[in-house]
């Protein structure tokens, strides 16, 4: 990746980040509204089971479950997840306890946990953010190696 490829990912990180970050601390989603596939799991309420037709989900309160092939996971301040999810991009602003892949962008702000077996493409962690457990980065540009 050349520097000016970096410096433009590491910019538009940036914007996205200055544009929500009002909203996360108070717990407001920064997911954007889909046509019919949203799911919210309210403040006080507790969910739990397997949720594959979903564009967008965004946990204020407690949620038990398998996610996958979503497109947004937002986990609000106050909100846990607790499972496996494999989702295009993920905003970590609670508890997320599990297995997580993201194929898209990883952020996990200041009052965000996220422990368990972790795969991203891209990771931005704010600081006060917590990673716990293991850590992989499955960047489908670069070559395999012997490690992989």
Do not use: W
């Amino acid at each position: 990746m050349e520097i000016k490829d970096k410096k433009e990912l590491l910019d538009n990180l940036t914007k996205t980040k200055s544009s929500f970050s009002s909203g996360i601390s108070k717990g407001h989603s920064v997911v954007p509204k889909a046509d019919g596939k949203q799911l919210i799991v309210g403040k006080n309420i507790k969910l739990n089971g397997a949720i594959d037709v979903c564009e967008s989900l965004v946990v204020e309160g407690t949620l038990e479950a398998n996610l996958s092939g979503a497109k947004y996971l937002d986990i609000v301040y106050g909100g846990s997840f607790t499972g496996n999810a494999e989702v295009e991009e993920a905003h970590i602003s609670g508890l997320f306890d599990g297995d997580l892949t993201v194929t898209g962008v990883l952020y996990v702000y200041d009052t965000g946990v996220v422990k368990g077996k972790i795969n991203y493409a891209n990771l931005v962690v704010e600081r006060g953010g917590v990673l716990k457990g293991t850590l992989k980065n499955i960047d489908a540009s670069k070559p395999k190696t012997a490690l992989d």
